[in-house]
Every structure is written in C-alpha cells, then in structure tokens.
C-alpha cells in the first residue's frame, strides 16, 4: 500500500508488467503524466514522514533514477527551484 496521494503500488506493477506494445498512446502518457506526478510528490514529502514500505521504494528509485541519469546529488525540488531561478546557485 503506498501512501496517501501516492501512486498506488499494484497500479505501478501492472503498467511495469504490461509491454508498451500493447498500450495505446493515451495509456502510456497518462502514465508519463501519473509517475512525474508521483516523482515529484515523493520528492518534496521528506522520508522522514513516509511509511517505511514507501521510504524504501522512493530510496531504490532515486538511486536507480541516478544510475540511469547520472545523479547530482540534487532533488527534483532543488532541480525545480533552480529551473525556475529559486535556487541558491
């Protein structure tokens, strides 16, 4: 069970099982849409007031997310704040 105003967890296993082949165009951007949305509320929710299940999922994704990418260090928020010029930089 993830947390409230979170993507649920059983929803994000079913669009990882399904082939993008057999989703049509409308799917695969809602879920674009749905798990930016979900990136962000898991970046600007502190672990700290998170429930252990969803610490450890936002945990694994961010270090996957920075494998991936190329991780600097910074948060989604930071790297918003900054986009915008709110950063401290």
Do not use: C, W, Y
């Amino acid at each position: 069970m993830s947390d409230l105003g979170r993507k649920d967890f059983s929803t994000q296993a079913k669009e990882k099982i399904t082939p993008d082949s057999s989703k049509s165009t409308l799917d695969k951007a809602g879920e674009g849409i749905t798990n930016t949305a979900d990136k962000v509320a898991g970046a600007v929710q502190g672990d700290a007031s998170k429930s252990n299940t969803q610490s450890a999922f936002d945990k694994t994704r961010r270090e996957k997310d920075n494998a991936v990418h190329g991780g600097t260090g910074e948060s989604i928020a930071d790297k918003v704040k900054n986009a915008v010029g709110l950063g401290g930089n």
